[in-house]
């Protein structure tokens, strides 16, 4: 059974902070993605990467997935209230179904 | 929003009891996955459908099941519901090409008293 770890489980910080979020599997994947869920909705897609290595950045936020594709990171840069949410990363299987194995997720708090 | 739509998006039940969920994919994609998520557990998938054939099981109880029909609309059955099932209950869709993201639905969330 595939797995990913995610910590932390829980951050708050202030606003200006920076901070980062990892991702750890002992498995590879073909793709791993980074999703943020507000309460009472569903996860939402950030970024996906795909090759070893890669680094993607959105605005503040930079993902990077590890040389052996079996870790991710989440920084983020300056932290906003808006930043507030539910941090989930998700591993694609490599073969079959290409299911998604989510980490438990890490709940961000910036506070003003 | 997504594309992918989920009803109802409240469900309150009793022990004992039976529900269907039912998922909308996105135009034109043709597999269907369903999530679980509790408090505790995070995400956990339960089963995909790829045009109306079942391609992959997860965590899925035999309490329940699921179906994807010719118009590519998904349903899922929980039967002789716990209090343990209460939960968010997610439908992600895609076209089922390697590597292609899933698109998430609001989720249906199922209260078992």
């Known amino acids: 059974t595939q797995l990913l770890e995610q910590s932390p489980q829980f951050l708050s910080i202030q606003e200006g902070e920076n901070l980062t979020v990892y991702c750890n599997s002992s498995?590879?994947?073909?793709?791993l993605q980074w999703y943020r869920q507000e309460p009472g909705e569903g996860p939402v897609l950030l970024v996906t990467v795909v090759t070893g290595g890669e680094v993607k950045k959105l605005k503040r936020l930079t993902f990077q997935f590890g040389d052996a594709r079996k870790d991710s990171s989440l920084h983020i840069t300056a932290a906003q209230p808006g930043d507030t949410g539910l941090y989930l990363c998700a591993g694609a299987e490599e073969q079959g179904a290409q299911k998604l194995v989510f980490g438990q997720g890490t709940r961000l708090t910036i506070n003003p | 929003d997504s594309g992918v739509t989920q009803t109802p998006k409240h469900l309150i039940t009793a022990t004992g009891q039976r529900v269907t969920l039912r998922c909308s994919p996105r135009s034109g994609d043709l597999s269907v996955y369903w999530y679980q998520q509790s408090l505790d557990q995070g995400l956990q998938f339960l089963i995909q459908y790829y045009n109306g054939e079942e391609r992959a099981k997860g965590n899925i109880l035999e309490r329940f099941s699921a179906q994807q029909f010719p118009d590519l609309h998904s349903e899922l059955n929980l039967s002789s519901l716990e209090l343990g099932d209460s939960a968010l209950y997610f439908c992600a869709s895609n076209s089922g090409v390697a590597k292609n993201i899933q698109y998430f639905g609001a989720g249906t969330r199922l209260s078992v008293l």
């Open positions: 498995s590879v994947f073909s793709s």
